[in-house]
Nanobody, 121 residues
Framework: QVQLVESGGGSVQAGGSLTLSCAAS????????MGWYRQAPGKQRELAAQ???????NYADSVKGRFTISKDNAKNTVDLQMNSLKPEDTAVYYC???????????????WGQGTQVTVSS
């Protein structure tokens, strides 16, 4: 009942920048948390950055100072601006949105299909 569409992945050289975007649509009453997770080959999925409804943000230590997460409440979108990219940032990045459905006010926890980010040295 909630769909996420991601965009913005790609390949870049070390030191470069990319912006990931995620748009949520469907039966949304309220969004309480939006975030980006990533999964590198052979590793577990990990949180990269998240923003909660009040605007507070959390970042993985490995991306602090380089990544910036931002959201647009009116459009139900969340962006991840990634600067000074490193080869170790190479992963599939997944958008995650948590909130309440408008149909029954039950919670939802939706994931995007993933977008590849490749950083070459």
């Amino acid at each position: 009942q909630v769909q996420l569409v991601e965009s913005g992945g790609g390949s870049v050289q070390a030191g470069g920048s990319l912006t990931l975007s995620c748009a949520a649509s469907g039966s949304i009453f309220k969004i309480t948390r939006m975030g980006w997770y990533r999964q590198a080959p052979g590793k577990q999925r990990e949180l990269a950055a998240q923003v909660i409804s009040g605007g507070n943000t959390n970042y993985a230590d490995s991306v602090k100072g380089r990544f910036t997460i931002s959201k647009d409440n009116a459009k139900n979108t969340v962006d991840l601006q990634m600067n000074s990219l490193k080869p170790e940032d190479t992963a599939v990045y997944y958008c995650n949105v948590v909130g309440l459905l408008s149909t029954n006010l039950r919670g939802f926890d939706s994931w995007g299909q993933g977008t590849q980010v490749t950083v070459s040295s």
